[in-house]
């Protein structure tokens, strides 16, 4: 189940980024559970990752290889690799270790990722096997089997390509994104892996990234849940004829959007995929004091089970909105000056119920596919907008079952 249309789109390659899928049978047989990306020499790579304490074992060896200037990412579905001690450790760097053999590079060259269930020890051996083949497999435009290579409980593929032009030539840009359950980044609590051609250094583009994800990937949540292991990769062949991007210069400002873009899309993605979602909630809280509270407010009515299944039921129990504003611990919060819209049905003003509501007009706003929540705090100029969906039966029997 998925909100809204989500065709996966005409995916652009990207000069000097190769791709290539196997199954290992990691976890099942039927599709393929491996993916390589190969970056061209003298690439730059940035990346971010989760802050959950108990972080996977491939995130703590993907931070130490990341300024190792990689040439290879190694991503597995099936099995997180999480929670899994010293072994989890011996067991990310043996299939870096094993990678760089077969491809002639560096252990310190590979950044390894894993997606699936914690706990369990990584079925490495299987890994090691299915390397030939994923090399094998290396092609500029392998981006549909990539999407679908690092599936969990995705229910449909997610991609992201465009074009932007820099002094007259061609940068592109394309991205994959998987998640759909424990979905509260924080960074990240998904997988994502964006590439250009572009020419750019290395800290300027984690600086692009950090930027970039601090206002897509930050701003989601399906359940409040951040993940172990999850991350995303921004990696810059420098194959395009356009100039090389420099701090503080226009450029540099065009493609920083570009790559905003970019990461709204697929993080928004994420969330019409939600596990078991039916509906697509914006939270746009604004006229906050600053960033950090008007996100408060946004994520503390996006994670409360109370909204989430009222929408779910379409049912506008405003109430149940007004008290999670009243719980995001806004200090002197002027309760009169606070407005709350459904789209363009007004449900809160001066403190109470807007004289000019309706239940009818609650009900039509409800009944729709993709809503907006707009809470005008009215203390200041800050505004920020939080995605998230509803909660239904189907999330419960989705995480129920997960292991089975």
């Not at 791709?19 to 190969?38: E, F, H, R």
């Not at 560096?106 to 990722?113: C, T």
């Not at 194959?239 to 400002?253: K, R």
């Not at 709350?340 to 004289?355: F, M, N, Y």
Request: proline share 3%; glycine share 8%; net charge negative.
């Amino acid at each position: 189940m998925a909100v809204g249309q989500c065709d996966f789109p005409k995916m652009l390659s990207v000069p000097g980024i190769t791709l290539g899928t196997t199954c290992a049978g990691i976890k099942q047989t039927i599709k393929d559970d491996i993916l390589l990306i190969q970056m061209a020499e003298k690439s730059t790579c940035a990346a971010v990752f989760t802050q959950n304490a108990f972080c996977a074992a491939p995130v703590h060896v993907a931070k130490r290889n990341l300024l190792k200037e990689p040439r290879w990412l190694l991503i597995n579905s099936g099995n997180a690799n999480a929670g899994t001690g010293e072994q989890g450790m011996h067991d990310a760097l043996l299939s870096c270790s094993e990678l760089a053999k077969v491809a002639g590079g560096l252990d310190g060259q590979v950044l390894p990722f894993s997606t699936g269930v914690i706990g369990l020890p990584l079925p490495v051996n299987k890994i090691i096997t299915a390397l030939p083949d994923a090399l094998r497999n290396l092609s500029i435009d392998n981006w549909d089997k990539a999407s679908r290579a690092i599936m969990t409980t995705d229910t449909f593929p997610k991609g992201v390509s465009t074009t932007m032009s820099l002094a007259g030539e061609t940068i592109t840009i394309t991205g994959i994104s998987k998640g759909a359950g424990m979905i509260q980044p924080n960074m990240a609590t998904m997988l994502g892996f964006i590439a250009t051609d572009a020419k750019i250094n290395q800290t300027l583009l984690q600086q692009c990234l950090s930027l970039a994800v601090e206002q897509s990937f930050n701003r989601i949540t399906v359940d409040g849940d951040t993940s172990t292991n999850d991350a995303c990769v921004l990696m810059a062949s420098g194959y395009s004829s356009a100039p090389e991007i420099l701090a503080g210069s226009e450029n540099y400002t065009l493609f920083a959007d570009a790559i905003m873009a970019v990461c709204k899309q697929l993080a928004e993605a994420i969330v019409r995929d939600g596990e078991g979602a039916t509906k697509l909630m914006r939270i746009i809280v604004e006229d906050a004091l600053n960033d950090e509270e008007a996100v408060r407010v946004g994520k503390t009515i996006a994670h409360s089970p109370l909204v989430k299944t009222a929408f779910f039921a379409s049912d506008p129990n405003w109430g149940r909105i007004l008290a999670a504003v009243g719980r995001s611990g806004i200090t002197n919060m002027v309760l009169e000056d606070v407005q709350i819209h459904l789209d363009d049905v007004c449900i809160v003003r001066k403190g109470g119920r807007a004289d000019d509501y309706t239940e009818e007009a609650g009900q039509r706003v409800m009944n729709e596919e993709e809503i907006t929540i707009t809470v005008n705090l009215g203390r200041g100029v800050a505004k920020q907008e939080v995605l998230t969906c509803d909660l239904s039966y189907d999330y419960v029997k989705i995480n129920a079952e997960y292991r089975t």
